[in-house]
């Protein structure tokens, strides 16, 4: 049964999605405030949530101050963040600081719970291959781990199933719909900016130039591919 931390400030929200969630079969931890939810997950003996449902717009710290500190301290967790406006500026920034998917609400039971189980499937990306060398990136998809010049890199479930997809194919084009079927497995909801967002954080920890990606390319007006160059 997977845990979820939901973290919403809105009681009446907070509490129809907690009931929503645990009618699905989910555990559910909640906190109100990004404070509150941080504590949570450094606390040894607190609850082992397996994806979190963040809101935006919280008091004291916000949602993508939340993020983006999970992120800085090596956290793989899968975060949905909720906004309530969709907004492009709210969802860009929102996904620049790590989040893999987002919701906008009013969101129905049946949106959301669709996206958690793709999170948590993302979460369990294949085991099927061997280990790789790329140009001193290692990929390990049996113990599903990747390293640069024999130094470990934590990447969040999206960005290691992104990465897999990638390199498994050297030289073949991607294009953002077939990546957002394959890493995201909900095209019907998909949006290119998912794809982007976490190419660019992928970037920024897998390559040494990110603004001259040797790994992964744009090729414009079709998508990626996985060098290396």
Same mark, same amino acid.
């Given at each position: 049964?997977?845990?979820?931390?939901?973290?919403?400030?809105?009681?009446?929200?907070?509490?129809?999605? @907690?009931?929503?969630?645990?009618?699905?079969? &989910?555990?559910v931890?909640?906190?109100?405030?990004?404070?509150?939810?941080l504590?949570?997950?450094?606390?040894?003996?607190?609850?082992?949530?397996?994806?979190?449902?963040?809101?935006?717009?919280l008091?004291?710290?916000?949602?993508?101050e939340?993020?983006?500190?999970l992120?800085?301290?090596?956290?793989t967790?899968?975060?949905?963040m909720?906004?309530?406006?969709?907004?492009?500026?709210?969802?860009?920034?929102?996904l620049?600081?790590?989040?893999?998917d987002?919701?906008?609400?009013?969101?129905?039971?049946a949106?959301?719970?669709?996206?958690?189980?793709?999170?948590?499937?993302?979460?369990?990306p294949?085991?099927?291959a061997?280990?790789e060398?790329h140009?001193?990136l290692t990929?390990?998809?049996?113990?599903?781990?990747?390293?640069?010049r024999?130094?470990?890199?934590?990447?969040p479930?999206? @960005?290691?199933?992104?990465?897999?997809e990638l390199?498994?194919?050297?030289g073949?084009?991607?294009?953002?719909?077939?990546l957002?079927?394959?890493?995201w497995?909900h095209d019907f909801l998909?949006?290119?900016?998912?794809?982007?967002?976490?190419?660019?954080?992928?970037?920024?920890?897998?390559?040494?130039?990110p603004a001259?990606?040797?790994?992964?390319?744009?090729?414009?007006?079709?998508? &990626?591919r996985?060098?290396p160059v």
């Amino acid at each position: 049964m997977p845990h979820v931390l939901l973290i919403e400030d809105d009681v009446s929200v907070r509490d129809g999605m @907690e009931l929503v969630l645990r009618r699905h079969g &989910y555990d559910v931890s909640t906190a109100a405030t990004g404070e509150a939810a941080l504590a949570l997950l450094a606390d040894p003996a607190g609850p082992a949530a397996e994806l979190a449902v963040l809101d935006l717009m919280l008091p004291g710290m916000d949602g993508f101050e939340v993020c983006r500190r999970l992120r800085a301290g090596g956290s793989t967790l899968p975060v949905i963040m909720l906004t309530a406006r969709g907004d492009d500026s709210d969802i860009v920034h929102g996904l620049e600081a790590g989040a893999d998917d987002y919701v906008v609400k009013p969101v129905t039971a049946a949106v959301l719970e669709a996206r958690i189980r793709a999170a948590l499937r993302r979460a369990e990306p294949s085991r099927s291959a061997q280990g790789e060398d790329h140009a001193g990136l290692t990929i390990d998809r049996a113990g599903l781990t990747v390293g640069k010049r024999g130094t470990a890199i934590a990447l969040p479930p999206t @960005e290691l199933r992104l990465l897999l997809e990638l390199s498994a194919s050297p030289g073949r084009v991607f294009s953002r719909e077939q990546l957002l079927e394959s890493v995201w497995d909900h095209d019907f909801l998909g949006d290119s900016r998912l794809v982007d967002a976490a190419v660019g954080r992928l970037r920024a920890k897998i390559e040494d130039l990110p603004a001259r990606p040797r790994y992964i390319q744009t090729v414009r007006g079709f998508g &990626y591919r996985f060098g290396p160059v």
